[in-house]
C-alpha cells in the first residue's frame, strides 16, 4: 500500500481519536484543535509539524517518525515515546500536559520543556543534555542513569534525581532544590 503524503496542509478540529491512522506522511503539516486520543500513530512520519491545542492522550506511537515536531497547548498524558522510531527524533514542548508519559532511552539533547507538567514521567536512560526545563512541575518524574550535563532545571520545580546515578556535569539548578538531590542521604536541611 502506497504511503499518502500530506505536505503543507491545516488539519483543524478533526476528530481522530481511536483511529488507526497507517500508511500516512506529513511534512509541515499544522494540527490545531484536533482529538488524537487513544489513536494509533503506528508507523506514521511526522516532519516539521506543529500540534496546536491537540489531545493525544494514550496514543499509539509504535515505530511513530517524530522529526522537528512542536507540541504548544497539547495534552500529551500516558504517551510512551520510547516506542517511538528514535531517527531525528526531535520535539519542543510548551504549555503542555505530559503527565505518566514515558521517554525511556530517548536522546532528548538540546529538548526544551516550557511551562510544561512532567508529573509521573519517566526519563530514565535518557540524554538529557543541553536540555532546558523552564517553569514544568517534575513532580515523582524519575531520572536513572540519565545525561544531565548542562540541563537547565533552575526554574522549574518537584524534580529530585540521584547525582550518582546520573550525569550532572554542568547541571544547573535552584538552591532551593538541592534538597531534592540530596534526598537519599536523609540530611536535616535547614
Known amino acids: 500500500m502506497d504511503t499518502a503524503l500530506h505536505q503543507n496542509k491545516t488539519f483543524d478540529t478533526i476528530d481522530y481519536s481511536e483511529q ?5 506522511e506529513f511534512v ?3 494540527f490545531i484543535n484536533c482529538n488524537f486520543s487513544k489513536s494509533d500513530f503506528s ?4 516532519l516539521d509539524c506543529t500540534f496546536k491545542n491537540c489531545n493525544l492522550s494514550l ?25 517511538s522510531n528514535s531517527f531525528l527524533f ?24 516550557i511551562d510544561c507538567s512532567l508529573k509521573d514521567v519517566d526519563f530514565s536512560n535518557t540524554d538529557l543534555s ?16 540519565c545525561i544531565l550535563e548542562k540541563t537547565d532545571f533552575r526554574s522549574s520545580r518537584n524534580y529530585a534525581f540521584d547525582p550518582s ?4 556535569k554542568r547541571t544547573k539548578v535552584s538552591h ?11 540530611l536535616d536541611i535547614e
Open 90 to 113: 526531535s520535539m519542543r514542548f510548551q504549555d503542555c500536559l505530559l503527565d505518566y508519559s514515558t521517554f525511556i532511552y530517548k536522546k532528548l539533547k538540546k529538548t526544551s520543556f
Open 165 to 168: 546515578e546520573n550525569k550532572i
Open 28 to 30: 509541515n503539516c499544522e
Open 20 to 24: 488507526k491512522l497507517s500508511d500516512n
Open 59 to 83: 496514543a499509539i506511537l509504535k515505530n511513530t517518525g517524530l522529526k522537528n515536531i512542536q507540541f504548544i497547548g497539547c495534552k500529551l498524558m500516558g504517551l510512551d515515546f520510547s516506542s
Open 130 to 145: 543541553l536540555a532546558i526545563f523552564k517553569n514544568c512541575d517534575l513532580a515523582n518524574a524519575t531520572f536513572s542513569e
Open 43 to 46: 508507523a506514521i512520519d511526522f
Open 176 to 186: 532551593a532544590a538541592l534538597a531534592g538531590l540530596l534526598e537519599k542521604f536523609d
